[in-house]
């Protein structure tokens, strides 16, 4: 799009429907029979009617007594269902938390009582939802989408007596993401001040409504997808189309057949397309995909090259997370000149390295990442203020994350503490042996974990996932322990290596580190 031919008082129009809630209805008033969103099926949802209903179930909330800072908990796989829920808290001042719909029934009924949501918006796929439900006290509001959910009542037929218009006196909602942690509960992330993005963040992106199509291919429960596909189509007036569920092909198919032009992956998801055959890839042009948005997880530079080669210079990674940051983004031309970074230390927020003393570390030295909070614009961890306050030091926060800055400001990633390895009192960052130990040829993953030594506190082992036609073999382990000898300081090189055909993950994609770990130290008091 030819920034010459915006709108100026478009801009403005939809900059101030986004202090309201109400951009959504921008879109709908300026194209109400463009597609908003495409389900997984492919049944097809203008903005005049996804508006129309999301303005139906505000009129629900506030007829069955909520209001502005009351609590919402939506427990819904990718579809429009939940583009009209989102879009509906927004605009009646509600503090939306979408929940993981893959969890137990006691972890779903933890978050729901923790958010203290006023109501419950769940899918019948969900099995676990009626004893979830049954395990919250109080009032709660209860409405099944996608069929019958036992406790519930129909989401249809609930919103079905209420008009369609435009509220006329929108109120800003919030949403409350948890994080998922390494032990114990999940904490929500709770931002008193809603973030508000301007529409300039997507016309940068190359957002064009006549032939901009957005893809969510991960949960929109998560932070990412939601923030960067869901919220992100919404504002920008694209259409979105929902995948439900992965598959390589399939989602390929999807990029060529629809000419989606934008969409986030994490890099499990890069590997994935990358594995299919090249006669598979050949079916399918992707010439038109012109913005791809990663991060949630480091992702190998062989990887990345190799999309690059495949895509083009179409691939920008972030830097961020449910917290917030300082605003870490490299595209693709600049990370080729410097593999591996997550991009140069941000000009409006400060970020620092410390050392476990809280002592400030120079370039070159890795260290705790401390990001400054925004004025005005910081969170807590919600009814958890020990932990809120065990993130921070003065203003900065961190997220647990270790890394450093090279001669040219530019920040690299190592790990986190919580993964840390102690192994004779050195520490040892597993991240950075993960990274040499994939661009083996075998290795199709890699988990590096610290596992129980009576001498030395722990010794490092490497958990390794194989690349088709391969076989486990002492041969080959030695072989890839030879590979990373020869890339890394002895100290760090795996004493053992372990395989395995799967590695647990977040639906987000980042390895459990965590459980992994957790069979090798199985019947021991200590962990570290």
């Keep these: 799009m030819d920034f010459a031919d915006i709108d100026p008082d478009r801009v403005q129009r939809l900059d101030e429907a986004a202090l309201r809630g109400m951009t959504i209805a921008v879109w709908a008033d300026l194209q109400p029979d463009q597609v908003a969103v495409y389900d997984p099926d492919g049944t097809p949802h203008s903005f005049g009617k996804t508006n129309a209903r999301a303005n139906r179930l505000v009129r629900l909330l506030r007829a069955r007594g909520l209001v502005p800072g009351d609590a919402v908990a939506l427990v819904c796989s990718n579809r429009v269902e939940f583009v009209e829920v989102l879009a509906a808290t927004l605009r009646c001042g509600l503090r939306l938390t979408p929940v993981n719909w893959h969890l137990s029934a006691d972890e779903i009924a933890y978050i729901i009582r923790d958010c203290e949501a006023k109501a419950l918006i769940g899918e019948a796929r969900v099995a676990t939802l009626p004893q979830a439900a049954s395990a919250c006290e109080g009032p709660l509001l209860k409405l099944a989408i996608g069929g019958p959910i036992e406790g519930f009542e129909p989401y249809e037929s609930a919103i079905a007596p209420f008009d369609g218009i435009d509220i006329p006196d929108p109120v800003l909602g919030n949403g409350m993401m948890y994080t998922s942690g390494t032990t114990g509960r999940p904490k929500g992330v709770h931002r008193p001040v809603p973030a508000v993005t301007p529409y300039a963040t997507y016309l940068m992106r190359g957002y064009d409504p006549a032939i901009s199509v957005q893809m969510c291919a991960g949960p929109a429960y998560h932070a990412a997808p939601l923030a960067f596909d869901v919220r992100a189509a919404m504002a920008g007036g694209v259409p979105l189309v929902f995948i439900d569920r992965w598959d390589s092909e399939g989602v390929l198919r999807t990029i060529s057949e629809r000419k989606v032009t934008h969409f ?48 083009g210079p179409v ?10 940051g300082a605003g870490f983004l490299i595209d693709s031309r600049e990370w080729l000149s410097k593999p591996g970074s997550v991009g140069k230390r941000p000009a409006l927020l400060q970020v620092r390295i410390l050392d476990e003393a809280g002592n400030d570390l120079p370039n070159g030295q890795a260290g705790g990442i401390y990001q400054q909070m925004p004025p005005g614009g910081g969170f807590t961890y919600y009814k958890d203020e020990t932990k809120t306050q065990a993130s921070r030091v003065d203003d900065f926060f961190t997220m647990g994350d270790v890394g450093y800055f090279d ?58 996932l194989l690349n088709p036609g391969h076989e486990p073999s002492p041969a080959l382990a030695e072989e890839i322990l030879a590979f990373a000898r020869a890339s890394l300081a002895s ?38």
């Design 264 to 311: 986030h992956l994490v890099p499990i998801m890069f590997q994935r397309l990358l594995a299919l055959p090249d006669a598979v890839k050949a079916k399918y042009p992707v010439d038109h995909v012109t913005f791809i948005i990663h991060g949630a997880a480091p992702c190998p530079p062989e990887v990345k090259r190799a999309m690059i080669n495949w895509f």
């Design 315 to 324: 691939l920008t990674e972030y830097y961020a997370g449910s917290e917030g």
């Design 407 to 464: 001669e040219d400001d530019y920040l690299f990633l190592t790990g986190r503490n919580a993964e840390t390895i102690i192994s004779g009192g050195v520490n040892i960052y597993p991240q950075e042996i993960d990274n040499e130990l994939v661009k083996h040829a075998a290795v199709a993953d890699s988990a590096t974990i610290g596992a129980p030594d009576d001498d030395w506190g722990e010794q490092v082992k490497a958990v390794i």
């Design 491 to 528: 100290f760090k090189v795996p004493k053992s290596l372990d395989f395995v055909t799967e590695l647990p993950r977040s639906e987000a994609g980042k390895i459990q580190r965590n459980k992994v770990r957790a069979p090798y130290w199985e019947g021991r008091a200590r962990q570290i």
